[in-house]
């Protein structure tokens, strides 16, 4: 069974870097073929895929998100992070990293496992 846990940010204020991780446990990232993806949730709206690191180690972000965004991992850990530079309010949202195992999902936002998903709330 895969199981997959974001880390708690923490209180996190405007024009701050968000900064969280992706525990991942039943799996490796580096198991070919497949994409670990951060996602997001704002209040009202649907999830909106925000990029992902493949088991290679290559990435890819959202358009909107690229200046932005960061993903990393560390395979002697088993984990993935995300890096959201300057954020805002608009940020706010419930953050989730989930596999998938082909590239295309993040236009389908399909995907074999999720975590639990943190809530960020950035306020001053």
């Known amino acids: 069974q895969v199981q997959l846990q974001e880390s708690d940010p923490g209180p996190v204020k405007p024009s701050q870097t968000l900064s969280l991780t992706c525990t991942v446990s039943g799996d490796l990232i580096t198991s070919e073929y497949y994409y670990w993806n951060w996602y997001r949730q704002p209040p009202g709206k649907g999830l909106e895929w925000i990029g992902y690191i493949t088991w290679s180690g290559a990435t890819d972000y959202s358009d909107s998100l690229r200046r932005r965004a960061f993903i990393f991992r560390d395979t002697s850990r088993n984990q993935f992070s995300l890096q959201l530079d300057s954020v805002t309010p608009e940020d706010t949202a419930v953050y989730y990293c989930?596999?998938?195992?082909?590239?295309?999902?993040?236009?389908?936002?399909?995907?074999?496992?999720r975590g639990q998903g943190t809530q960020v709330t950035v306020s001053s």
């Open positions: 989930g596999r998938s195992s082909y590239s295309g999902s993040k236009i389908t936002l399909e995907y074999d496992y």
